[in-house]
């Protein structure tokens, strides 16, 4: 049995998965509010889907939807470039961080950081966005998935 979108994946139908695992992945959103600033919401993807992979210890999957390619991006934001600025999302994307820590500040100055493993969804692609923050050493790296 082949998983949908996953065809590299094959799973073994006798191993169910019978772990306590997380039925959720929590991501931040930052969503346009309206008045042409930017705003953090709250939201989870349902890791709703049990997988049993050979040779592979008992997963959850979840679906993030991604109109297109991902995009790998290692940003140096080392090299005097005018920033803090504040900017739009290019597009409605996924944001996986891989490497390094940001900080993400939204219209009202709420603040939140970024590192390793997180998730987070750009949805304000309209007016003055959020302003995004290199916290440590250069550089850092993301996963885009746009959608």
């Not at 390619?69 to 803090?84: I, K, N, Q, R, T």
């Not at 739009?88 to 603040?111: C, F, H, N, Y």
Request: charge should be negative.
């Amino acid at each position: 049995m082949l998983i949908p979108g996953a065809s590299w994946m094959t799973v073994d139908p006798k191993w169910a998965p019978e772990a306590a695992m997380s039925e959720a992945k929590r991501f931040t959103r930052i969503a346009a509010d309206g008045a042409g600033g930017s705003i953090f919401q709250d939201d989870e993807i349902a890791l709703d889907t049990p997988l049993a992979v050979v040779g592979m210890p008992p997963m959850h999957a979840g679906a993030i939807p991604a109109a297109s390619a991902a995009v790998y991006l290692e940003v140096d934001m080392s090299g005097g470039y005018p920033h803090p600025a504040s900017h739009p999302a290019p597009q409605k994307q996924w944001v996986v961080m891989l490497r390094g820590v940001i900080e993400v500040e939204v219209t009202d100055g709420s603040r939140r950081t970024f590192g390793p493993g997180d998730l987070f969804r750009a949805e304000d692609t309209e007016g003055t966005g959020h302003i995004t923050r290199l916290v440590g050493d250069p550089p850092f790296d993301v996963l885009v998935l746009p959608g």
